[in-house]
């Protein structure tokens, strides 16, 4: 039995679509055939690129399907999906700047028909999503950020952390999570600081490869997005960055884990 790893979608569907089938996980008409196989997204289903719901409305289809499979098909909790809760629940609120928490989440690359389009249904399946997740000896989280230490010392208190957050009514605590949330490669750098971070992490909540997404792959080795075509491993192999930067031009792709 294998797990696929597919990058931030961004609203880019096609593209969604075109690594399902290739894989063999879809057949063209996008039914589940990946069989016990298992999916995880990485999160940031939504903004920048035109069908975050779209990615999003799949993904809760192919759930159903694969778990009729024996399979499993599942997602990270990503800041964009953190984004667009925080709109739907509170869009008229006003910000400490005047702004509206809408027009703040259309700064952030927010997609007017996404937002339209999004109901309860897609609420409450984005406020169960884990922001962290262990499979045998990979941690998976969204972000290359430090965020998570914020919100519990072990995976269980992480994801109840964040499942209370968006509970809440407390609109100051989910902007603070937000801006927590945009820091990008703590586990990168020059010095050896990122590594330790990331080597801090994994003994706190286990594993010994830390897989995420959140920064683009492109952006963060300053390459050509278009020549992005696998996982990128670094900080001495701790860490595997499976953002691909579909929405800078990289075609994506699927990251066999197992
Ligand atoms: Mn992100």
């Not at 089938?21 to 999160?43: A, P, Q, R, Y």
């Not at 290359?144 to 952390?161: C, H, K, Q, R």
């Amino acid at each position: 039995m294998s797990t696929y790893l597919i990058g931030d979608l961004h609203g880019h569907y096609r593209d969604y679509e075109r690594l399902l089938v290739t894989e063999g996980l879809c057949d063209e008409n996008l039914n589940w055939t990946g069989g016990t196989s298992k999916l995880w997204l990485m999160g940031d289903f939504f903004d920048r690129g035109a069908s975050g719901l779209r990615c999003l409305d799949v993904t809760m289809r192919l759930q159903k399907e694969a778990a009729e499979a024996g399979g499993e098909v599942n997602s990270l909790l990503g800041n964009h999906e953190l984004m667009i809760l925080c709109a739907y629940r509170f869009r008229d609120a006003t910000h400490t700047d005047g702004l509206s928490v809408y027009d703040h989440w259309l700064r952030w690359g927010g997609i007017e028909t996404d937002f339209r389009g999004l109901t309860d249904r897609h609420a409450e399946w984005i406020s169960q999503l884990p922001a962290m997740v262990r499979l045998d000896d990979v941690l998976m989280i969204h972000a290359d950020a430090m965020l998570y230490v914020n919100f519990g010392l072990d995976v269980d208190s992480v994801n109840d952390g964040f499942r209370e957050l968006m509970r809440s009514d407390d609109l100051p605590k989910w902007m603070s999570a937000l801006s927590s949330f945009s820091e990008h490669m703590a586990f990168s750098g020059l010095d050896i600081t990122g590594s330790k971070r990331a080597e801090q992490l994994l003994s706190l909540y286990g594993g010994n490869l830390l897989v995420h997404g959140h920064t683009p792959i492109p952006y963060a080795r300053q390459i050509d997005a278009e020549t992005v075509t696998e996982a990128w491993s670094y900080a001495g192999g701790r860490c595997l960055n499976v953002d691909g930067g579909m929405y800078m031009g990289s075609p994506g792709f699927v990251h066999k884990l197992q």
